[in-house]
Antibody
Framework: QVQLLESGGGVVQPGRSLRLSCAAS????????IHWVRQTPGKGLEWVAIIWYNGETKYHEDSVKGRFTVSRDNSKNTVYLQMNNLRVEDTSVYYCARGGSAVAINYYMDVWGKGTTVTVSS | SYVLTQPPSVSVAPGLTARISCGGHNIQTKGVHWYQQRPGQAPVLVVHDDTSRPSGIPERFSGSNSGHTATLIISRVEAGDEADYYCQVWDSSPLHTWVFGGGTKLTVL
């Protein structure tokens, strides 16, 4: 069964750091790109970052550039989102989602995790 | 940056057809993807590349894309279709970004 499972969310003060994890199972992990997408309570979806299947290429949304960094460990079937200098407006549910593969380039997200909640508050 | 515009809400009676629009400049030149999100759940891909359905998605879900508007079409609407729907595209200018519309709440009357 293809599955993504996020963890690492919690309550943190502004300016502090948090690292989210996304553990994958049920598919050949190192064939696929992985996205992070967030959703503020009651609001819409916002793309945050993507890391290519081999970890060599990554892109981040403008508002998190310089603060958030996506990385992956293919030996552990896990993608990470390191979030530094957190702001109140980063409060969201963070989802990881599967993107395109090395052999079938696509630009959509076909498998999603259940999400992990990050609350930034003093 | 590229902007996608969706109506905040659409209402439809059971058994009828719902159409949810997604506006963007020359959107017909982009592949449009649609997600369904039921309350308290993660999004689910229902249509990709304008018109294609992932396995397991009912044939009642379809899409179109022309000019400046893409449309998600849900035929024979059921109560279980009540959810938020988001369109999404990939934008390569100036750098790779994935853009979502603001979402549309579908209410089944």
């Amino acid at each position: 069964q293809v599955q993504l499972l996020e963890s690492g969310g919690g309550v943190v003060q502004p300016g502090r750091s948090l690292r989210l994890s996304c553990a994958a199972s049920g598919f050949t992990f190192d064939d696929f790109a992985i996205h992070w997408v967030r959703q503020t309570p009651g609001k819409g979806l916002e793309w945050v970052a993507i890391i290519w299947y081999n970890g060599e290429t990554k892109y981040h949304e403008d508002s998190v550039k310089g603060r958030f960094t996506v990385s992956r460990d293919n030996s552990k079937n896990t993608v990470y989102l390191q979030m530094n200098n957190l702001r109140v407006e980063d409060t969201s549910v963070y989802y990881c989602a599967r993107g395109g593969s090395a052999v079938a380039i696509n630009y959509y997200m076909d498998v999603w995790g259940k999400g992990t909640t990050v609350t930034v508050s003093s | 940056s590229y902007v996608l515009t969706q109506p905040p809400s659409v209402s439809v009676a059971p058994g009828l057809t719902a159409r949810i629009s997604c506006g963007g400049h020359n959107i017909q030149t982009k592949g449009v993807h649609w997600y369904q999100q039921r309350p308290g759940q993660a999004p689910v891909l229902v249509v990709h590349d304008d018109t294609s359905r992932p396995s397991g998605i009912p044939e009642r879900f379809s899409g179109s894309n022309s000019g400046h508007t893409a449309t998600l079409i849900i035929s024979r609407v059921e109560a279980g279709d009540e959810a938020d729907y988001y369109c999404q595209v990939w934008d390569s200018s100036p750098l790779h970004t994935w853009v979502f519309g603001g979402g549309t709440k579908l209410t089944v009357l």
